[in-house]
Nanobody, 116 residues
Framework: QVQLVESGGGLVQAGGSLRLSCVVS????????MGWHRQAPGKQRELVAR???????TYADSVKGRFTISKDNAKNTLYLQLNSLKPDDTAMYYC??????????WGQGTRVTVSS
């Protein structure tokens, strides 16, 4: 069974940094697309960043220049480097993987809280 497990969230002051990780287990196949989404209280879940199997990346306008998505296929791990954090970045961050072999999977989320 394919599972995604996120880690790395926490409480940080505005201007600080965090690095989120998402480990994919249960599959020998690299996902076609992986991404990070976030959901703030009272708001809809939104795409933060996405990376394809060919390492093409897409970012939400609100995080461009501050966040960086990357992956290590050998470790089956997706990363999100969050720099220059703002209080508006406070949310639950979810990892998502899409595969033509096993469909779509979501992680359980990791919470990021940015204090002003």
């Amino acid at each position: 069974q394919v599972q995604l497990v996120e880690s790395g969230g926490g409480l940080v002051q505005a201007g600080g940094s965090l690095r989120l990780s998402c480990v994919v287990s249960g599959s020998a196949f690299v996902p076609n697309t992986m991404g990070w989404h976030r959901q703030a209280p009272g708001k809809q879940r939104e795409l933060v960043a996405r990376i394809t199997s060919g390492s093409n990346t897409t970012y939400a306008d609100s995080v461009k220049g501050r966040f960086t998505i990357s992956k290590d296929n050998a470790k089956n791990t997706l990363y999100l480097q969050l720099n220059s954090l703002k209080p508006d970045d406070t949310a639950m961050y979810y990892c998502k993987a899409d595969s033509l072999i096993w469909g779509t999977r979501w992680g359980q989320g990791t919470r990021v809280t940015v204090s002003s």
